[in-house]
């Protein structure tokens, strides 16, 4: 069944995406980062289908978290028939940064 919500990424989380992504081309394993990329697109269709799925953040209400792996958690927000991914956090950094955003 086909949703009719839409996902945009915002500026800040294709930052986030590039970062990350740049981080484990030097760190891991290509056969590591292609199954990150398939958890993050499985995640995007859960969070497409049903975007109310995951819970309200603890930092800012507006916003859902979706645990993506123990060290990624990704923050979107739902806007009528949108979805809007606003950050990929790092849950190895300081958590007070996520709440400045």
Do not use: C, G
């Amino acid at each position: 069944m086909a949703s009719d919500y839409k996902i945009l990424w915002t500026q800040n989380a294709i930052a986030d995406l590039e970062a990350i992504l740049s981080y484990l081309e030097k760190e891991w394993s290509k056969k590591e980062i292609d199954r990150f990329k398939a958890l993050l697109s499985k995640q995007l269709d859960f969070i497409q289908k049903n975007p109310k799925l995951f819970p309200v953040s603890n930092y800012k209400t507006a916003l859902r978290k979706a645990v993506l792996s123990k060290q990624t958690i990704l923050f979107y927000e739902i806007q009528d028939r949108h979805i809007f991914q606003v950050h990929l956090f790092n849950t190895s950094r300081d958590t007070d940064r996520l709440k400045r955003k």
